[in-house]
């Protein structure tokens, strides 16, 4: 059956894996349309994610910045935040890349259809705009419908002082007392923002440590930071009640030994992870196969159960990150152009742009004695680090994980500032097999936090002993 529009790929939403799903199949020479509900295209991460939080994330760094170089001797005024001019400079941010992708589709003549798809069938898909109904048929699709923020059911729905990630990229004031709930990465990041702009900041998460997924020394840099900067970060805690009263939010805490608590928060902020749409677009009228949770599985070429189905992204899985999400959109869209192609990255780095950033990729030390490896590691604290010191910052920390089977990096995490732009070295020396030499011995510019990772490999080499 032949839709009112037809093409070779479809590729459903426009985030970081669809767009660069559309973009690399339009590319390879393929009649490609794009579907999306959203008014403007870029996703979660163009729209209410990555970049929108980053802008927020460097204005915070600012503030901070000038605040603490009253220990260095330059004393600034109280910041007078506008947080309309805020508001809208972080916006026009957005709207520069979100416009700039409508152009790329346009010079690929790649056709945007606005509206909520859903499949009709195994060739179909049945668009809900604005103005009316359009049925899309494909010779091969790519779903990249994404996630949604995971809400909880003892938490208010109704209550605007109730916010997800993207209520409180919106900005809409800067509460007195506010919780975050969730000590993951999206959390941390908007705390710090929030932190920044004056708001009264606590942490709750469930886990004994804040971003559970990086190795507990890694985080500790931070955690003793925002220990020292926000009212209260508490851990092994479940928040097992939210009420709305007229004064704001009551919210019911119990710690490990199972005793209760409550306070009262002007807003919270709910951080507790995310979910994929996969239920969201009726994937079983084309056959596709959808997890009890919402992801659906795919093969190693992204292919779902349905060979000319293909899907990519958050709604595959974990990690939930738009690198992750570009890379699967690009093979996906080769592999549908008839490529050999398939998805074989060695690590994917993640970062949390906190302050400072925290930021691991390939094992963890935790995973790697898990998976039985003979575990070496180079730790270089940044109080070795001529630059850390210039930059008035060396809480930092860069730790290289190596096999001593064949010493080889395995894994790296740093914590500190810029780690998130540093680590993008590790990813490079693990994809490459790169080994203690390769890092000991290439020069690294001098005086950069990048030494750390030159001086990590050296540790580990034992060239280097003594730093201090
Ligand atoms: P999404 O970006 O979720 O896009 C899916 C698109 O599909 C959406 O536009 C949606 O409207 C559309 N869609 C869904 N269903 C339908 C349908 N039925 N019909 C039509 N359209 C549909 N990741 C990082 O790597 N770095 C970061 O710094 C980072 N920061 C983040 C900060 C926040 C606050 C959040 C929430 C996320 C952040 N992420 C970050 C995660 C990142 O945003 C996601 O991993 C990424 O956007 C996933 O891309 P995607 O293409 O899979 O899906």
């Avoid at 919270?268 to 599985?297: H, M, Q, Y």
């Avoid at 004695?369 to 940044?382: L, N, S």
Wanted: net charge negative; proline share 4%.
């Amino acid at each position: 059956e032949q839709g009112d529009v037809h093409g070779e790929v479809v590729v459903l939403g426009s985030g970081p894996g669809g767009y660069s799903a559309a973009f690399r199949a339009a590319d390879l020479g393929k009649k490609v349309v794009l579907i999306e509900r959203s008014p403007t295209l870029g996703g979660v991460c163009l729209n209410v994610g990555c970049i929108p939080s980053k802008a927020l994330l460097h204005a915070a760094k600012v503030i901070t910045e000038a605040e603490e170089m009253g220990e260095h001797g330059i004393t600034f005024t109280k910041p007078k935040v506008d947080l309309d001019k805020l508001r809208g400079w972080k916006d026009s941010v957005v709207g520069q890349l979100t416009g700039g992708l409508q152009g790329l589709a346009k010079a690929r003549k790649v056709t945007v259809v606005n509206g909520y798809g859903k499949f009709s069938g195994t060739n179909m898909i049945t668009v809900e705009g604005d103005e009316g109904i359009t049925k899309v048929s494909f010779d091969q699709c790519v779903i990249a419908a994404g996630s949604e923020p995971v809400t909880l059911p003892f938490v208010p729905h109704d209550d605007d002082r109730v916010i997800d990630s993207t209520g409180a990229l919106e900005l809409t004031d800067v509460p007195g007392k506010l919780l975050v709930l969730g000590g993951g990465i999206i959390g941390l990041e908007m705390a710090c923002v929030y932190d920044a702009l004056g708001s009264k900041v606590t942490v709750v998460e469930l886990m004994d440590q804040i971003i559970p997924g990086a190795d507990k020394d890694i985080v500790k840099p931070l955690m003793t930071r925002i220990e020292g900067r926000y009212e209260n970060i508490l851990l092994k805690t479940k928040v097992t009640d939210v009420k709305a009263q007229k004064n704001g939010l009551k919210v019911t805490f119990e710690d490990e030994k199972g005793e209760n608590s409550a306070a009262i928060f002007d807003k919270v902020l709910v951080a507790v992870g995310r979910k994929p749409n996969g239920k969201l677009v009726d994937a079983e009228k084309a056959g596709v196969a959808v997890t009890d949770r919402g992801f659906i599985e795919v093969d190693h070429q992204q292919r779902t159960n349905i060979p000319h189905i293909f899907a990519i992204g958050d709604v595959v899985g974990q990690p939930m990150l738009a690198h992750k999400a570009v890379h699967e959109g690009k093979v996906a869209a080769e592999v549908a152009a008839g490529e050999k192609r398939a998805f074989d990255a060695r690590v994917i780095p993640s970062v949390a742009y906190t302050d400072p950033e925290v930021a691991w990729c390939g094992l963890t030390e935790a995973q790697a004695k898990e998976q039985g490896y003979k575990v070496g590691k180079g730790v270089i604290p940044w109080k070795a680090s001529g630059r850390a010191l210039t930059n008035g910052r060396t809480e930092g920390m860069t730790k290289v994980i190596f096999d001593t089977e064949d010493d080889r990096v395995i894994g790296a995490a740093m914590v500190g500032t810029n780690a998130g732009e540093l680590i993008a070295e590790a990813a490079l020396a693990i994809e490459m097999g790169a080994d203690a030499i390769d890092l000991g011995h290439t020069i690294h510019p001098h005086p950069t936090l990048s030494e750390t990772i030159n001086f990590a490999a050296e540790m580990y080499e034992g060239t280097i002993t003594d730093l201090m």
